[in-house]
């Protein structure tokens, strides 16, 4: 058989299979740095947030102080006009200890790449000034044919700076809830935790049940800037999942800060108008749409290379 017919014999024997390999899949953390009303009506800072969080698949929003409760239609309505694909978003009541300063978790989602399949707001056993978390965790259950991994939960975390020990330690006991209430351990942790920088002294880690157990995977490590400024270097924001199959669907190295002033060439005082922070991101393997999918792969490559 000439190479031209069998590349139309293996063209043809690939559309009747139906195999359709799929992209990767990207989840994103940012701290948007008090976005509220007045940030969703500036157009060059709309604009980049805007190109940040197209970049991925879903992506949790935090320090969202909307108390209008018209920022985020906003940005949805500017994000689907400025996108050739649709969104949609899950948010959180609003959260904080004291009604003069509270924010939002926002999850932002690409239709038909992600599906929200479950969602509950975590709350603290204990009341009063001894809660585990300032803002305690709007937990989502999400489903993907994108991926390796088809069903997994996403757990927020801003913590307050000043008790960000004890927050990171209680995301733990947010794990164990999730367990025994979904029954899953394919759980990751993310966001802006103030891992770093003297918020978490050295010494105290080995009491961090979330660091110190094993089990979870920090793919965020302590050596990355988060930060915005130059004058910072500060791991603050983190991405952690549990368990050998969680990290195993993961893209190597593809869990990282998004530098978004150098990739969109900003001065440092342009970025800092968006946030301090930096969006930090992780890539999941990709999957397959249809089960067996891989292995005719195989079999007509074989084929085409042998003829």
Request: glycine share 4%; with cysteine.
């Amino acid at each position: 058989m000439s190479s031209s017919s069998s590349l139309l014999l293996l063209l043809f024997l690939l559309s009747l299979s139906g195999v359709k390999p799929t992209s990767g899949f990207k989840i994103c953390a940012f701290n948007v740095q008090s976005f509220g009303d007045s940030k969703s009506h500036n157009t060059e800072v709309m604009r980049t947030i805007i190109r940040i969080v197209s970049r991925c698949d879903v992506c949790l929003l935090q320090e969202v102080r909307d108390s209008k409760q018209k920022a985020i239609p906003v940005f949805l309505f500017s994000l689907r006009h400025n996108s050739q694909n649709q969104y949609d978003y899950v948010a959180s009541e609003r959260l904080g200890r004291t009604p003069s300063y509270q924010e939002q978790y926002v999850f932002v989602f690409r239709i038909g790449s992600v599906t929200v399949t479950d969602q509950y707001q975590y709350l603290d056993m204990l009341r009063g000034d001894e809660d585990a978390f300032s803002r305690e965790p709007f937990i989502v259950r999400l489903h993907t044919r994108k991926t390796a991994i088809r069903d997994f939960v996403l757990v927020p975390q801003h913590t307050t700076p000043t008790n960000a020990t004890k927050e990171i330690d209680a995301l733990y006991d947010v794990f164990l809830d999730v367990k025994k209430k979904w029954k899953t351990e394919m759980v990751m942790f993310l966001g802006d935790f103030n891992a770093d920088c003297g918020y978490v002294a050295k010494k105290n880690w080995q009491h961090v049940r979330l660091y110190s157990n094993q089990a979870f995977v920090w793919l965020i490590g302590d050596a990355e800037d988060t930060t915005v400024r130059e004058t910072t270097t500060c791991a603050y924001d983190r991405i952690v999942v549990h368990g050998e199959a969680f990290a195993k669907a993961i893209v190597p190295q593809s869990a990282q800060p998004f530098n978004f002033p150098k990739e969109y060439g900003l001065t440092e005082e342009q970025a800092l108008d968006v946030s301090d922070h930096y969006p930090v991101e992780v890539e999941l393997k990709a999957g397959s749409e249809h089960l067996g999918g891989h292995t005719l792969l195989i079999v007509l490559m074989a084929f085409f290379i042998s003829t």
